[in-house]
């Protein structure tokens, strides 16, 4: 198993697309920390699938997963999702940037309370989970792999969602900043960039036909994407295959990127 020995943090992994990361990563063989704001009962479902996954690799169920709640809007819950997470298992050695919100409106209708609770999430939480991981990764003197979950939005104009594109903005400019001052200590960092893909968080796109197929006229490969189809290229990149990658941005969105056009 390619990630033997290793333990994963996958924030926001209670559904969607965190979650596919989780079982993935699971079935590789790496002990997952599962974090969850305000759904335990989809961390818990989480954790199950994580412990049969891992169950498969002759690890005891406790050794395999655990969960955490945690805001990832708050710095100091980041930080304590951290240490917790070590805490439990000695170390980490991936961190999977996961959670994340966005909110459609007008710019000119955009509050500051809604601005401040996007940007704390996709960005500034990302921020200091990485510091936080990075600082323990230090202090153990132990290379390892940040893997931001991104989109196709750190590149693409999305009217009515500028909140959502200046978080994830700031994290592709954030990723390559930190693959140049982070690589002399052995850590890798890249994100992964999904386009339209089939989670709760597209959930009315899903229920309105006409707005689905508006969007699948844009997908060359003709269909929305899966969580698996992005949970495969992070199991590779948290795998020793992709050592000497850092500092990319990788789209999983089937074309879509260089055939939008806004309806």
Same mark, same amino acid.
């Given at each position: ?10 924030? +926001? ?28 009962? +989809? ?101 390892? !792999? ?11 104009p999305f009217p009515h969602f500028t909140t959502y594109c200046i978080?994830?903005?700031?994290v592709k400019m954030m990723m390559r900043n930190l693959a140049v001052?982070?690589?002399?200590? +052995? ?21 309105? !036909? ?15 994407? !899966? ?37």
């Open positions: 198993m390619k990630l033997d020995g290793k333990v994963a943090l996958v924030t +926001g992994s209670s559904q969607g697309i965190g979650q596919a990361i989780a079982i993935r990563l699971a079935q590789d063989g790496a002990s997952v920390v599962i974090n969850y704001r305000s759904h335990p009962e +989809g961390a818990q479902e989480t954790l199950n699938q994580v412990q049969a996954a891992g169950g498969k690799c002759h690890m005891a169920q406790s050794d395999v997963g655990a969960t955490i709640q945690a805001d990832l809007g708050q710095v100091s819950e980041v930080q304590r999702l951290i240490s917790e997470s070590v805490e439990r298992f000695g170390q980490v050695d991936i961190l999977v940037n996961n959670a994340g919100l966005e909110k459609r409106a007008d710019f000119w209708d955009v509050s500051e309370e809604d601005y401040d609770k996007v940007t704390d999430v996709n960005l500034k939480g990302v921020f200091f989970a990485a510091q936080a991981f990075v600082k323990h990764l230090k202090q153990t003197n132990r290379p390892g !792999k940040i893997i931001n979950i991104s989109s196709v939005h750190e590149e693409l978080s994830k903005g700031g001052e982070l690589g002399p200590l +052995g850590i890798t960092i890249n994100n992964v960039a999904p386009g339209a893909i089939a989670t709760p968080i597209n959930k009315d796109l899903l229920e309105d !036909k006409e707005k689905l197929n508006a969007v699948l006229k844009n997908i060359p490969l003709g269909r929305l994407g !899966k969580p698996e189809d992005v949970s495969n290229l992070v199991a590779f990149l948290a795998s020793s295959d992709a050592d000497y990658i850092t500092g990319s941005t990788f789209y999983v969105d089937g074309g879509l990127l260089w055939n939008y056009q806004e309806q």
